[in-house]
């Protein structure tokens, strides 16, 4: 399997600490079944700047210990990058890093539990650049949750989705997993990812979360999930099925 999405990298954002740490958690993803993780250490938040250069750098090391101690993963570079005002301005100045270096899809994380107003004019000008857009765990999301239709026309409009397979399984709370569901019962999740920190409380679940997309959704739907990581390393188009709306739930107040 390919994990897109995981915090492996020691001491450089809030994922692993230190090399013993990423060793243990290597190990970790071999016992899911994982054989390639994207290290996504987050960048631009109001405590974290990491580099593509120092990003690449830091996978190169890892990847000469896990030889060193026999470790059959393969770690590749990616970042998790906080949406900015100025993002497009890195994006030109070559300080964004795409998944893979040269997929040319983007990790885009929204702060907190907001959305900024300018995300909508963002992810378009990101396309218009050459790339391709994915908002990372929008189940945690607030304001997504309450307002679905902004996900839906950002979906529509050409951005793509990265769940959490924590979220899948209940780690987040029952919110997150409901809209987890609801996300991919109308068609507006495309990958799913570990998003790991550690080897424990935040680890991979990724085989429990393709396990009970498998049961609720079909054989068909988790292998299209995990077909598509495949698909996003080499750079090529995800598949995807037409994005359909969320209705809410008004509710009934007295007036």
Known sequence: MIDLHCHILPGIDDGASHMEESLEMARAALKQGIETVVAAPHHQTSEYYNEPQQIIEQCRKLNERLYEEGIDLTVLPGQEVRLHEEFIKELEQGMVLPINEKSGYLYVEFPENTVPHYAKQMLYDMQMAGYKPVIVHP???RTLR?????LYHFVKNGAFT???AGSLVGKFGRDSLKFAYQIIEHNLGHV???DAHDSKK???FLKEAYDKVGKKFGTDMMYQFMENAHVVLDG?????NPPERIR???RLGLF
Request: aromatic content about 8%.
């Open 162 to 164: 990265q769940l959490s």
């Open 236 to 240: 090529e188009m995800v598949f995807t």
């Open 139 to 141: 189940e945690r999301n």
């Open 192 to 194: 799913i990812a570990s």
């Open 248 to 250: 809410v739930k008004k």
């Open 146 to 150: 309450e307002q679905p239709d902004l």
């Open 202 to 204: 935040r680890g991979f």
